[in-house]
């Protein structure tokens, strides 16, 4: 084999391993500690202090991963509590679908939020606990719902939903609007499907309007 073809080989090699194991962990210092988050051989996710120490694994029957590729994972400050957490993004045809990791200060630990990989899409309300999700509900995304909740020991509390239906005869489109306690919801308000172009952004300019200037009243 040609030794300058030889050469350009291992050094392809080497960087593709170092890029792969920059992909499979991640770094950053949380409440004056170091922790790395990474992506082991079996599809678990670690993470560590600088130390080595494990404070958290997760298998991968314990993530979305069952369902979905692993796409990327990143440290945010996602609750705006001052500390970072860990969001796992998925490779999905949802998107944005991810589990969530938040940083617990009582315990200086991490701890995974159930169910959130079902609330893609998720913004938190400026200023607030409360938070609203976007997901395609059918017929190439006409029909969709937004599910306004919030996190209560690391548990999603749903509280509130627009369903948006285009899709159908004239009688079933609109935007319907629920109040939600435990297993029950309520009506409290409907629009048209028209409604919603009057809006930058149409849907996506109308929910971020409608929750933040409502979400109180759910």
């Not at 030889?6 to 949380?30: P, R």
């Not at 991968?60 to 991963?65: A, P, V």
């Not at 009057?198 to 409502?214: E, M, P, S, V």
């Amino acid at each position: 084999m040609n030794p300058f073809l030889l050469i350009f080989s291992i050094i392809s090699l080497f960087i593709s391993k170092q890029k792969n194991a920059q992909a499979d962990s991640v770094t950053a210092k949380v409440d004056g500690v170091t922790y790395h988050a990474v992506l082991n051989d079996d599809e678990s996710i670690s993470i560590k202090t600088s130390i080595g120490k494990t404070v958290l694994h997760l298998r991968k029957n314990e993530l979305h991963l069952d369902y979905e590729a692993f796409g990327k994972f990143e440290f945010v400050d996602f609750n705006g509590d001052g500390y970072k957490d860990l969001y796992i993004e998925y490779l999905s045809n949802i998107p944005d679908r991810g589990d969530l990791i938040l940083y617990d200060k009582r315990s200086k630990s991490f701890i995974k939020v159930k169910d959130f990989p079902d609330y893609p899409e998720s913004i938190r309300i400026p200023n607030t606990n409360v938070y609203y999700s976007y997901h395609r509900s059918g017929c190439a995304d006409s029909d969709w719902d937004s599910d306004l909740y919030k996190i209560t020991n690391y548990k999603i509390v749903k509280i509130g939903n627009i369903s948006g239906r285009d899709c159908g005869d004239d009688e079933k489109q609109g935007v319907f609007i629920y109040k939600i306690n435990g297993h029950n919801e309520r009506m409290v308000e409907t629009r048209s499907i028209q409604a919603l172009n009057g809006f930058k952004d149409t849907k996506w300019g109308f929910l971020a309007i409608y929750w933040k200037n409502n979400y109180k009243k759910f």
